[in-house]
């Protein structure tokens, strides 16, 4: 991240920061009209205006105060003058901040609430089934023949009944946002929030692949012994894949531990043919 998105992105959250934890629980209604302007930012030919370094920043500043006051709340307008004051290094970066905003203020205004676990929950189980269903996979996905509204629409029919109202607009953000990595998509999207929401409570995900289904016992005594070693809390994801034939993989961030059987057999077809 370049110098100028880095530290207006640094200053728009340490001005957000009071702002959010005075706010409480309505952080998730601020944090969804914080989604609503990025929509409606990256739908328009805003971002320019907003971010151009030849415009004087009081000029920009008063530029979002035009286009917002009175369709959102004034602490939202006011933060987007902020950002607008400052310098960023490409007009999309305006876009990526304050989709982490606004994500970051719904899951704090849910924590607030009481309720940020259910949200995660939700969204996870939303991941889940994205994952195994290759049919909704592919029908959320980009794709020429299809707009990101009518993609949207169908999330909703899918899932608003069955989750509630701050997850389904978690949602939505996976389905309507492309990110900037080689293989991403709306999985990537669901994981991301799940793991934002997982961190709020000093908690992380941990992927976990066996040829068998785990015993309760079993899932216990993992989740123990991750947590000793990450110092974390642990929530499994849990995977069967007979392929593995036995052992278990276990994948958390960046981190990978492979005690499966056939990632032996390999270490040692590798050994062999050298």
Not at 38 to 53: C, E, K, Q, V, Y
Not at 78 to 93: F, N
Not at 152 to 163: C, D, G, K, N, T
């Amino acid at each position: 991240m370049k110098a100028g998105t880095a530290t207006t992105r640094a200053q728009a959250e340490e001005a957000w920061a009071p702002v959010l934890a005075a706010a409480g629980a309505q952080g998730q209604e601020l944090g969804e009209q914080i989604l609503t302007v990025a929509h409606a930012i990256a739908s328009n030919p805003l971002r320019g205006p907003l971010t151009d370094p030849n415009r004087e920043p009081e000029h920009k500043a008063a530029l979002a105060a035009r286009l917002f006051t009175g369709r959102v709340d004034a602490r939202v307008v006011e933060l987007l003058q902020g950002m607008a004051r400052g310098r960023w290094s490409r007009p999309v970066d305006l876009i990526s901040a304050l989709h982490d905003l606004g994500i970051q203020s719904i899951l704090a205004g849910a924590r607030a609430g009481g309720t940020l676990d259910d949200v995660e929950q939700e969204v996870f189980a939303v991941s889940r089934q994205v994952a195994a269903n290759r049919e909704i996979r592919q029908a959320l996905e980009p794709a020429r023949r299809t707009s990101t509204e009518a993609r949207v629409r169908l999330a909703q029919r899918l899932f608003a009944s069955r989750i509630s109202h701050p997850a389904m607009t978690l949602v939505v953000w996976c389905v309507r946002h492309q990110p900037e990595v080689a293989v991403g998509g709306v999985p990537y999207n669901l994981r991301r929030v799940t793991e934002l929401a997982a961190a709020m409570q000093n908690r992380v995900i941990a992927d976990v692949v066996t040829a068998v289904p785990l015993t309760t016992r079993q899932q216990t005594r993992l989740r123990d012994i991750l947590a000793r070693r990450l110092g974390y809390d642990v929530e499994l994801n849990l995977q069967v894949d007979p392929e593995v034939i036995g052992g278990v993989r276990v994948m958390v961030r960046d981190l990978v531990m492979d005690s499966t059987v056939r990632h032996s057999l390999a270490g040692l077809r590798t050994a062999l043919t050298g």
